[in-house]
């Protein structure tokens, strides 16, 4: 009995400090939420009073909406309105280098590329403006119209798309890449350039090459 009470009256006691907040998706709400940073200390108590210090604990997050708290790895997870922004700038950076890849730009292919970034996000894409951008791409850099993708054009393909792949589910990253195909086949087969542009688009993606591979030979037996 004497060691009943006893265990009742000593504990340990969490007081938690606020030392930093921001926005973040709640895996527990399902969307984005304001979140406060949290860090601890821990101490002793006898009958509710602290006293001997235990350390600290944490650092863990706190969504402000549902008082879930989660560790600090759920701030990977990009919020909604991030995850949209970087899937809508993935997807005109493909369209870009397919359209780079292309021998020259043909209007289907724009037509096709357009389309794609309006759906992605740019609304206000138009076929002008991306054969603009190509034009300007090459002017820039060099490039040479239909050479294979070179090292800093895949450059910009990893930095649009290696963050992006850890959130997307398989049919996701399917279709990123199945979007840069039908912008190449917009104007007729690949060409060995644009092959070259879409596997460096899969290998952004994490998608094993043989994979690649049948998606791109999958997509040009579809009628368009």
Same mark, same amino acid.
């Given at each position: ?10 504990? %340990?006691?969490? &007081? ?91 209007? /289907? ?9 309006? /759906? ?60 840069? &195909?039908?912008?190449?086949? &917009? ?13 460096? %688009? ?16 999958? &997509? ?5």
């Amino acid at each position: 009995m004497v060691r009943l009470r006893l265990n009742r009256a000593l504990g %340990v006691r969490t &007081a938690w400090t606020a030392v930093g907040d921001g926005e973040f998706f709640c895996p527990g709400c399902g969307g984005d939420r304001n979140y406060q940073r949290l860090m601890g200390r821990r101490r002793f108590t006898l009958v509710g009073i602290p006293l001997v210090p235990r350390g600290e604990t944490g650092p863990t997050v706190e969504c402000a909406a549902c008082r879930r708290r989660y560790g600090t790895d759920a701030l990977d997870h990009p919020t909604t309105t991030r995850f949209s922004a970087m899937l809508r700038d993935a997807v005109h950076t493909v369209a870009l280098a397919v359209l780079a890849a292309c021998v020259p730009c043909a209007p /289907s292919s724009l037509t096709t590329a357009a389309g794609a970034v309006r /759906s992605a996000g740019f609304d206000d894409c138009t076929e002008g403006q991306l054969g603009a951008l190509v034009e300007a791409l090459a002017a820039d850099t060099g490039r040479v119209f239909g050479e294979p993708c070179g090292a800093g054009l895949a450059i910009e393909l990893h930095e649009a798309l290696d963050p992006l792949a850890p959130h997307l589910a398989p049919a996701g990253r399917e279709s990123i890449l199945l979007q840069g &195909a039908r912008i190449a086949l &917009a104007d007729g087969p690949y060409t060995p350039a644009e092959r070259d542009v879409l596997a460096t %688009v899969g290998a952004a993606l994490t998608i094993e090459a043989d994979e690649v591979t049948r998606l791109l030979q999958a &997509a040009a037996r579809t009628p368009s």
